[in-house]
């Protein structure tokens, strides 16, 4: 691997050779890392302005990896959905829809949300999780397409007077994702119809009168084996004969992206080609009346955002020199809750060689708040910037007030290059009276 200058990471943990031992390439090619998704004077002068913590995106980079899914079957009738639990920000819904993405839901506020920036209610896939029967009544008046994953909720919905079709989402018993606890079709998890129950759940909502016409998966976010996923596309193809009624068939998200500098990308044209003969001999079998669902979230937008932090203090404790910043694990959770790897980039000297070992902390107080360990930086000093990579999904959604601190604020970098704050931070004050308030507390 050609260690980049200014972008920290060891591919092989703890052991592997200082590679800034070679300084001929570090020295001579004054790279930057290609993980950041502006240059380096760019993301110095958004801090300057907006202060950090600071997410920021880039919607070129979204737009064009919307693109790349779109052309991906180009002959057939796939219509993709984004999951917008990865990052619901507005400003970003409204490009992604742009581009012409229907929206995956999780929740009835997702629905509303989607709903109330612009997406059409037939282009919403609601998939319930433990619903209760007010959402189930609200997502019916709303009128997207419901998904349902449990045997009582299906039941339940068939017993409504004004129903007459669903989508069910099935348990494939086939599992993936970069960690356990994303790994969602296999068989122990809370998700989905068992698959022994598919039959008996279908022929239940038909004596109802309602119609199973759309089937779902979805077996893990950040799949590492893709061949799993063909395999449990496989299973519901097979589930999807005996169902006459079926309009749409649903395989889920779960795309991965590299957030090691030395992994190898996911490919999207390499997965479509395995999945196109699939697809292409179910459509034949319907005599075309089918639409194929993907709905991927991470793939979409994580390589887009970065989270800028400012480090305030450099602290040498014998055995780890720690970096402390102005962030933490309530902006970005995904290190401390998956040990999730995200590339570091000192910003104020991305043109530096690497030099030190470092170990980057945040400032809530948790043992546990590291934010990346073990990193090749540039002799780095108060002051500087650093940029926490790949952080545009799963990052500000999963965000909180841990501490009592406020949420980072969030900048768009147009197609022009121009920067627009699309949510800001509270202050201090602004976020201890609102939680007064909330709390109905006079003091
Ligand atoms: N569809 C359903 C029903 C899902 O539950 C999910 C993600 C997706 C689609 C999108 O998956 P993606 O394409 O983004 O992998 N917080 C974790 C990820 C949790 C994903 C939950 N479900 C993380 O930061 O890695």
Redesign the pocket.
Known sequence: MLQTPGLSGKPNGKGNDNLTNEPSLTHIIPLISPKLIAPAEKLEALAETYGTPLYVYSSSIIRQRCQTLAAAFPDLPVSWLY?I??NDNPHILNLIREEGFGF?T?SYEEVLLSVKTGQRPDRIFY?ENNMTDQEMLAAVDAGVILNIGSFSRLEQFARLPHTSECSIRVNPQIGDG??AK?D?GNRDSKFGIRLDLIPEAVAMAASHGVKITGLHI?IG??IQRPQNLTQAMKVLLDIGRALPDLQRINF????PIPYRENEHPFSIQEFAQAAHPLLAEELDRRNGALVFHF?????VVAPAGLLLTRVNTVKDQGRITFLGTDTGFNHLL?PA??E?YHAVVNVTRAAEPSAEEYTIAGNICETGDILAEDRMLPQTHSGDLLALCDAG??GMT?ASNYNRRSLPTEILIDDQGNDRLIRKREQADEIVDRFLRESFFTP
């Open positions: 999951a639990k990865a995956d999780v998939t970069h960690h994303v969602t979805h976010s950040g889920g998200g779960g795309f709905e991927p979230g991470r793939w995904r809750m998956y999730s999904a799963y999963m």
